[in-house]
T-cell receptor
Framework: SQKIEQNSEALNIQEGKTATLTCNYT??????LQWYRQDPGRGPVFLLL?????KEKRKERLKVTFDTTLKQSLFHITASQPADSATYLC???????????FGSGTKLNVKP | GAVVSQHPSRVICKSGTSVKIECRSL??????MFWYRQFPKQSLMLMAT?????????EQGVEKDKFLINHASLTLSTLTVTSAHPEDSSFYIC?????????????FGPGTRLTVL
């Protein structure tokens, strides 16, 4: 069955450092992959999308890579700030183009 | 960016009653909306895909008679939890796809916290 894995353990880093989050998937050939931010008790907020033919995408302090051979995406936040503390979800659009499936998310804690 | 609203944000009801949750796209038309539920510290689980003017498509294991979905217009989808029980208590989130955007992104509502006593 299709599976999307994100590190369930919280990632704790110091302010100013780069945070790197991982999303691995199996039994999928996604057309593209998305990253979302979710704060407690709120709906997810779209951050970045990367297509299968793209290796890297950047937006301000955010960078996403997509390796379809390794079936892995990495999400980086450079110069992290305490305001970046949240849960980050990856989502894949499946072969049925109408559906998105989410990983369980990784909680990021940025300490001042 | 596109805005999706949900109402109510929180609802507490007695076991056996029905609860309706509304999802609206405020500044774009959404022919497709999605309904998810999320348990604490877990991922969003897709429940169903709501298509304007046609029947919703439910994910495996989701009871369509339990979770009634109506996509009455291009900006409104409703989820009714019928005969709610405590195990239905969860965080329900809708999303809408903006096909007009270059990224074909889905935008999420703020969620509805349902507590069934």
């Amino acid at each position: 069955s299709q599976k999307i894995e994100q590190n369930s353990e919280a990632l704790n880093i110091q302010e100013g450092k780069t945070a790197t989050l991982t999303c691995n998937y199996t039994n999928y050939s996604p057309a593209y992959l998305q990253w979302y931010r979710q704060d407690p008790g709120r709906g997810p907020v779209f951050l970045l999308l990367i297509r299968e033919n793209e290796k890297e995408k950047r937006k301000e302090r955010l960078k996403v890579t997509f390796d379809t051979t390794l079936k892995q995406s990495l999400f980086h936040i450079t110069a992290s700030q305490p305001a970046d503390s949240a849960t980050y979800l990856c989502a894949l659009r499946g072969g049925n183009f109408n559906k998105f499936y989410f990983g369980s998310g990784t909680k990021l804690n940025v300490k001042p | 960016g596109a805005v999706v609203s949900q109402h109510p944000s929180r609802v507490i009801c007695k076991s056996g009653t029905s609860v309706k949750i509304e999802c609206r796209s405020l500044d774009f038309q959404a022919t497709t909306m999605f309904w998810y539920r999320q348990f604490p510290k877990q991922s969003l689980m897709l429940m169903a895909t709501s298509n304007e003017g046609s029947k919703a498509t439910y994910e495996q294991g989701v009871e369509k008679d339990k979770f009634l979905i109506n996509h009455a217009s291009l900006t409104l989808s409703t989820l009714t939890v019928t005969s709610a029980h405590p195990e239905d208590s969860s965080f329900y989130i809708c999303s809408a796809r903006d096909f007009g955007s270059s990224t074909d992104t889905q935008y999420f509502g703020p969620g509805t916290r349902l507590t069934v006593l």
